[in-house]
């Protein structure tokens, strides 16, 4: 191991069935720095943290922890513990119904024999030194999400954590509470603690991180100091698109736009929602097919869902055609004219169990509501029209929607909405993990909807496909808007400077 490695991942190669999620990636952390581990959706942070955690067994490589003469096996989350190897998650895993010193020591109390008062002590001890605003014997309910994930960090430090895993742990967190959170990074790191830092928040990571470790694909793109990193170059790494490799690649089809230049079906006025999305502006015109952009974590499903109603909306105002309405919640939306296919068809978007036929129906029979069922006769003709029209490849209208390939899933959700007859249609990843055709397929699909006037906002990672599809593109990071890009200004290489701020 080098000097100052508390850590060494060598080589990580890990499968599953018909994916190589990780692919000889190499990770090394020292004594006392911040880590960041950056990269987009499936990249395969998780599955590298899962590995070290011992969640996942690797399938190749070795693992080298400071004060171990060699590579150590790590079987079980028990082992990566016992090697001083602590995670804090995103999701709070403590007992919010027992007290901050219960959680502090479960696991490791002797019950009746326990010494309570010294536990107590203990704890405040603990609390005290790391400057943690909370006492041993309140209950954990009683404090903050930031303090509550505060007290999971003591519990590491306590049971003698070398490595700190913290995955996510800002991204329910408002300014304040982070910067607390960072002053606690900060003094486990002059105690000599290495710690991983996982986040999709780029401003955090320039703040307070010494390294960046990019992946991509699950290959290790590389290892960066961050002074040596900046953010557009970070940007570009994460996405795979090379600072000399970034021409415009828009393509020969283009939305019609048939509206008035001034005609808006939808405008949003300083919309804030409690998925932590700062306020913000958004119109759509008559034909127009634009999108959010923005690395992962940026806003962009959480912007969609409070105009659909999705998420609850705090404050703001939506109008339609110039007049305010209320959205309160999905079917709102769906009463004016608003149709939304969400980013994961898998939990919000099939119904595994029913047919395809029932899968497209299900949005015009909630529109109808109970009491004017759809009959089989309709229900039979919807079924088929939409089934010819897309393409959609099952044995029958009949077929579970569960037993269709991934792509044929995305359409019969997409069939659903556009029975609805929408004006305006928010589209969500709807291409994501389908094929290539049927990615084609979809992108010529709404650039034709928006040429017979339906107004289309389309979300994707591929930012590429975006390009081809958008005439207007709305720009965020860390959950607000940062930018728009219209038209010819539509580029790679000026949504990724966007993104990044200005190459700061």
Known sequence: MKEKSILEMRSINKSFPGVKALQGVDFTLCEGEIHALMGENGA??????????????????????????????IKSPQDAQNLGISTVYQEIT??????????????????????????NEDADKILTSLDIPAKATQQLASCSIAVQQMVAIARAV????????????????????????????RDLKARGVGIIFVTHFLDQVYEVCDKITVLRDGKLVGEYAIENLPRLQLVSKMLGKELDDMSDIKGEAAPYDKADKDEKVLEVECLVSDAGIKPFD???????????????????SECVRAIFGADRVLSGKVMKNGKEIKISKPLDAMKNGIAYLPEDRKIDGIVGDLSVRDNIILALQVLRGSLKPISKAEANKFADEYIKLLGIKTASADTPIKSLSGGNQQKCILARWLLTNP???????????????????????????????????????????????CSRMIVLRDRKVVGELSQDEISQSKIMSTIAGGDR
Do not use: H
């Not at 403590?94 to 007290?99: A, V």
């Open 44 to 73: 395969g942070k998780s599955t590298l943290i899962k590995v070290l955690t011992g969640v996942y067994t690797k399938d190749e490589g070795e693992i080298f922890i400071k004060g171990k003469d060699e590579a150590v096996t």
């Open 94 to 119: 403590l007992c919010p119904n027992l007290s901050v010193a219960e959680n502090m020591y479960i696991g490791r109390t002797k019950g009746i024999g326990q010494n309570w008062k010294k536990m």
């Open 423 to 469: 004006e305006y249609l928010i589209l969500d990843e709807p291409t994501r993990g389908i094929d290539i055709g049927t990615k084609i397929d979809i992108q010529k699909l709404v650039l034709k909807l928006a040429s017979e006037g339906m107004s289309v906002t389309f979300i994707s990672s591929e930012t590429d496909e975006m390009i081809r599809t």
């Open 158 to 185: 306590d049971m003698d954590c070398k490595v700190l895993i913290l995955d996510e742990p800002t991204s329910s967190l408002d300014e304040q509470e982070v910067e607390k959170l960072f002053g606690l990074m």
């Open 282 to 300: 958004f119109y759509i015109k008559k034909g127009e097919v634009n999108g959010f952009t923005g690395l992962l974590g940026s806003g962009r």
